[in-house]
């Protein structure tokens, strides 16, 4: 099946900084999503994009379906963006997503 | 819409216990999965339906687990009996064919 790694596992960053997470996965996708866990533990969609580029306030996401990989772009961060962000993709005709292990992100006041 | 609604929130039962979990998905979507997270194996997939048939349930773990869906608006994953090592957050998600999925907030359960 398809695999789907995430780097960096963790990133610490001062408020304002910008970010850059990056997700690579293994076959071609039919559907890729970012999502984000808050400490609450709740996962919140964040962006479905099979590829392009999309935006939504401070954060934007970047598919390239044919090199395999998403980048998910925070900019001038907060400390409420702090949580983990996980990368998921659904593999040819296949319905059920597979996930990453995820990148921590803490964002320090 | 209201998103996609589980109960309970919190679960803590003794081993031995059936638990039974909740799930409503959102209206007009026609997948639902469970998931399950742990700190040692991350987001697993348990199961899911598609017009409330289960199509792929190779992540059960065990006989204790079953998951049922009656209706388009309910699904429920039970387990009989409970273990401590069944102890995690299990997820409900739904979603449309082409479209992306929306989760619940999740049942934190715990087992002791």
């Known amino acids: 099946g398809i695999q789907v790694e995430q780097s960096p596992p963790d990133l610490i960053l001062q408020e304002g900084a910008n970010s850059t997470l990056r997700c690579n996965f293994s076959?071609?996708?039919?559907?890729l999503q970012w999502f984000h866990q808050n400490p609450w533990g709740q996962l919140i969609n964040l962006f479905y994009?099979?590829?392009g580029t999309k935006q939504n306030g401070r954060l934007s996401a970047t598919t390239v379906a044919t090199e395999r990989y998403s980048l998910l772009y925070i900019s001038s961060s907060q400390t409420t963006d702090s949580g983990v962000y996980f990368c998921?993709?659904?593999?040819?005709?296949?319905?059920?997503?597979?996930f990453g292990q995820g990148t921590r992100l803490t964002i320090n006041p | 819409d209201a998103g996609v609604i589980q109960s309970p929130r919190h679960e803590v039962t003794e081993m031995g216990q059936e638990v039974t979990l909740r799930c409503k998905p959102i209206?007009?979507?026609?997948?639902l999965f469970w998931y399950r997270q742990t700190m040692m194996r991350g987001l697993e997939l348990l199961i899911y339906?598609?017009?409330?048939?289960?199509?792929?349930d190779s992540g059960m773990p065990e006989d204790r687990f079953s998951a049922k869906m009656p209706n388009a608006s309910f699904s429920t994953l039970k387990i009989q009996p409970s273990e401590p090592r069944d102890s995690a957050v299990y997820f409900c998600?739904?979603?449309?064919?082409?479209?992306?999925?929306?989760f619940g907030s999740g049942t934190r359960l715990t087992v002791v």
């Open positions: 998600a739904s979603s449309a064919a082409t479209y992306g999925y929306t």
């Open positions: 076959d071609s996708v039919n559907n």
């Open positions: 994009i099979p590829s």
């Open positions: 998921a993709a659904r593999d040819g005709g296949a319905q059920k997503l597979v």
């Open positions: 209206s007009g979507h026609d997948y």
């Open positions: 339906f598609n017009n409330n048939v289960p199509i792929d």
